[in-house]
C-alpha cells in the first residue's frame, strides 16, 4: 500500500514557502501550509489540489508572538496529522542601524526567526523521533556566516539557526531523523521590499524562489545537514572566512544598499 507523507511548511503564502510547496506537491506530498493570509493561502491550496491530487490544509496564524509554535502544534494535532517534513521557512529582516530600529521590530523578528523555530522544532522533533522518522529543514541564511552592518539582528538569527540545526543534526546521528540547514544567499521575493531595501544591489540578477525551492528539496533528499545555495555563494562564503569580521560586517552591510 503506498504512503503519501506530509509537509508543514511557514511562511507558505509567498515567495520561498510557496514555491516550495508545489514543488513538494509535485512529488506527491500532502501539505500543511502555514502563514498569516488566509486569503493568498486558500488560492494556493485551490491552484494546488486542482494541479497535483494531493490533499492541502491551511491555518492562518501569526507565529510572530509568545507561545504560536505550541498554538500550531495543537491545531495540527486536532486535524489529526503527522508531519513528516517540517519546513521552517517563515522569517523576515529590517535594514537599518540598530539604535534606529524599533524594539517591536527587533523582538518580532527574534520570536520569529529564533523562538517559534526552536520551539517549532522541539515539538515536531519529539514526535519525529518517536516514530523514528522525519526530517526538518531550517531556513538559514548566506547571512549566518558574518555579522551585516545595518542588519544586526536579522544576520545574528540566522547565525542562531544555522548553529542550532547543526548541533542537533550531529545529534540525530544514528537515527532516522535528518535534519537540514538551507543557506539562500539574495533570491526574488517580497523579503527585500519588507526589509527596506527594494533597490539593494545585491537583489539584482539573483536565483528566483522556484530555483531555491528544487533546491530545498534536493538538499533534503540528499540528507544534506548544511546546504549554500548556489556556487558563487558557495565561493562567497569561503572567501568570507580569510577576513576579518569587522570588514566582512562592513562588506556585507555595503553590498545591501
Not at 129 to 137: A, D, P, Q, R, V
Not at 202 to 214: E, H, R, Y
Amino acid at each position: 500500500m503506498s504512503f503519501t507523507k506530509t509537509v508543514l511548511i511557514t511562511g507558505a503564502s509567498s515567495g520561498i514557502g510557496k514555491e516550495t510547496a508545489y514543488i513538494f506537491a509535485e512529488n506527491k506530498y500532502n501539505l500543511i501550509l502555514v502563514a498569516r493570509r488566509k486569503d493568498a493561502l486558500e488560492q494556493i491550496k485551490s491552484d494546488i489540489q486542482n494541479k497535483f491530487l494531493v490533499n492541502v490544509e491551511v491555518i492562518d496564524i501569526d507565529l510572530a508572538r509568545q507561545n504560536s509554535a505550541v498554538e500550531l502544534y495543537d491545531k495540527v494535532k486536532e486535524k489529526k496529522l503527522k508531519v513528516d517534513v517540517l519546513i521552517n521557512n517563515a522569517g523576515f529582516g529590517t535594514k537599518g542601524n540598530f539604535s534606529t530600529i524599533e524594539p517591536e521590530k527587533s523582538e518580532s523578528m527574534l520570536l520569529l526567526n529564533v523562538v517559534t523555530l526552536t520551539n517549532l522544532t522541539k515539538l515536531f522533533l519529539t514526535d519525529m523521533l518517536k516514530s523514528n522518522s522525519g526530517h526538518i529543514i531550517n531556513i538559514a541564511s548566506t547571512a549566518a556566516y558574518q555579522p551585516i552592518k545595518t542588519m544586526a539582528v536579522y544576520a545574528a538569527t540566522k547565525a542562531y539557526i544555522l548553529s542550532f540545526s547543526e548541533a542537533v543534526a550531529v545529534e540525530l546521528k544514528g537515527s532516522n531523523v535528518y535534519m537540514t540547514a538551507i543557506n539562500p544567499g539574495p533570491i526574488t521575493t517580497e523579503f527585500a521590499l519588507a526589509a527596506g531595501f527594494p533597490e539593494s544591489k545585491a537583489f539584482v540578477n539573483v536565483p528566483s524562489s522556484k530555483d531555491l525551492a528544487k533546491f530545498i528539496y534536493k538538499s533534503m533528499l540528499k540528507k544534506k545537514v548544511s546546504a549554500i545555495h548556489t556556487f558563487k555563494n558557495q565561493f562567497l562564503m569561503i572567501a568570507s572566512k580569510f577576513m576579518t569580521r569587522t570588514f566582512a560586517a562592513k562588506l556585507a552591510g555595503k553590498m545591501m544598499d
